[in-house]
């Protein structure tokens, strides 16, 4: 006769506990408060914007005088605001038409460039044995550190003045004017986006497996083409990422394009306009309303098209397998 030893007993939700800290949280975070909680700051966060679309169609008087949330009581709406702000003739009037295209203009360089040139640096950092390598890393490390304002006069009178040593002229001045200036704007952001873009896109592409890399190299496959055909559609997650990054940071700058672009209408950004609509006194509301939402439209809609590779991004190589 054969006796069975009985199984020792399972505490009481044990199967289901998750094993780590990480999955704890998780699982917290799954809760009916925790989706509460995020919907509510949702709201919250969107409340502000919601604001400002519904005032850009409020008439003048109106939004001088009442809160934009009296307009569901007395709904008037009217699209002078944007008829003034985009096309107006005035001088006051906003006409950012024109500075909405030079926006156009200076964004997308300012984001390709940074990224060709940060994808070919990582991957040489990350890939390619050369003598001084760690020290090169270190450098573009360092140079986040040092703040973006520090760098404006050196680089100004770079444009302007070129570079001479002992009295030798190495390079000349550049000497640009209207829209030649996008070149500098085009410059300047390249260099201030570089060593954060290198960095990121270094961790991520020193992270793919080296046995891939090994094998292209066996099948005969230079780097050229290893980057071209392996690494640049694995990264292409970490490339979206920095380029919203990147994007929003160039739209919505407002010091460098002062700097480098000027004021005038042949290379300033839309920032450079909404800055001057509020009027000399400060009370041109009507207009800071619908140009401001004019100039978020753009953000928008890059934000919500990348969105899935923006959080893939986010989440690359936080999870094996």
């Known amino acids: 006769m054969t006796t069975t030893t009985p199984a020792p007993p399972v505490a009481k939700g044990g199967a289901d506990r998750p094993k780590t800290a990480a999955g704890r949280v998780r699982r917290r975070l799954n809760t009916r408060v925790a989706s509460l ?136 001045a550049w000497n640009l004017d209207d829209e030649q200036r996008f070149i500098q704007v085009w410059f300047a952001h390249t260099c201030f986006a570089l060593p954060l873009a290198v960095f990121l896109l270094h961790n991520f592409i020193s992270q793919l497996p080296g046995d891939l890399m090994e094998a292209a190299r066996v099948d005969g496959a230079t780097h050229p083409k290893i980057f071209r055909t392996i690494v640049l559609p694995l990264i292409t997650p970490a490339l979206a990422a920095f380029g919203i990054f990147q994007f929003l940071w160039v739209w919505n700058d407002l010091l460098v394009a002062l700097v480098f672009a000027g004021g005038g209408d042949e290379a300033a950004p839309l920032t450079v306009r909404l800055a001057e609509l509020a009027g000399t006194r400060g009370n041109e509301w009507q207009r800071l309303t619908a140009g401001a939402f004019v100039s978020i439209i753009v953000p928008l809609i890059v934000f919500l098209s990348l969105q899935r590779y923006f959080v893939r991004g986010l989440l690359a190589g936080s999870v094996k397998g």
């Open 37 to 172: 909680v995020s919907i509510v700051i949702a709201v919250l966060w969107t409340l502000p914007t919601f604001g400002l679309f519904v005032s850009s169609f409020r008439p003048e008087q109106e939004i001088k005088t009442t809160g934009w949330w009296t307009f569901f009581t007395d709904p008037q709406v009217t699209l002078e605001n944007y008829q003034d702000v985009l096309f107006g003739r005035s001088s006051s009037a906003g006409q950012l038409a024109s500075y909405f295209v030079n926006s156009v203009v200076i964004t997308l360089p300012s984001v390709l460039f940074p990224l060709a040139f940060a994808a070919l640096a990582a991957y040489a950092l990350a890939w390619i044995n050369f003598r001084g390598r760690d020290w090169v890393y270190i450098g573009i490390f360092a140079l986040q550190i040092v703040p973006l304002q520090m760098a404006l006069v050196p680089l100004l009178s770079f444009f302007s003045q070129g570079v001479s040593v002992g009295g030798v002229q190495i390079m000349p």
